[in-house]
C-alpha cells in the first residue's frame, strides 16, 4: 500500500528539526516527534513507519498520525 503522507523536509525544517534534538530545545516529546520527522524524510532516510516505531519505542499508527499531522500542517 503505498502512503498517503509523505513527508519532505525543506532544508530549513530538517535544520530546524536537528536544533530541536541537539539542544533538546523543548519537551521530551517535541524532540521524540523531530527525530521521528527526520527518519521519515523521504529526501533523507525515508524509514518505514515499522523501522521508526522499533527504533522509538512507538506503535506504528503513532508514526502514521505524526506524519499525518505535519503533512497537513503544510
Do not use: H
Not at 35 to 40: D, G
Amino acid at each position: 500500500m503505498r502512503k498517503k503522507y509523505i513527508v519532505r523536509l525543506t532544508d530549513e525544517e530538517r535544520q530546524r528539526c536537528e536544533e530541536v534534538i541537539r539542544k533538546v530545545n523543548g519537551t521530551s516529546q517535541k524532540v521524540w516527534r523531530a527525530q521521528i520527522l527526520l527518519k521519515a524524510d523521504a529526501d533523507g532516510p525515508a524509514w518505514k513507519d515499522q523501522q521508526i516505531a522499533e527504533a522509538f519505542g512507538s506503535r506504528r499508527q503513532t508514526v502514521k498520525n505524526i506524519r499525518r499531522r505535519f503533512v497537513e500542517r503544510v
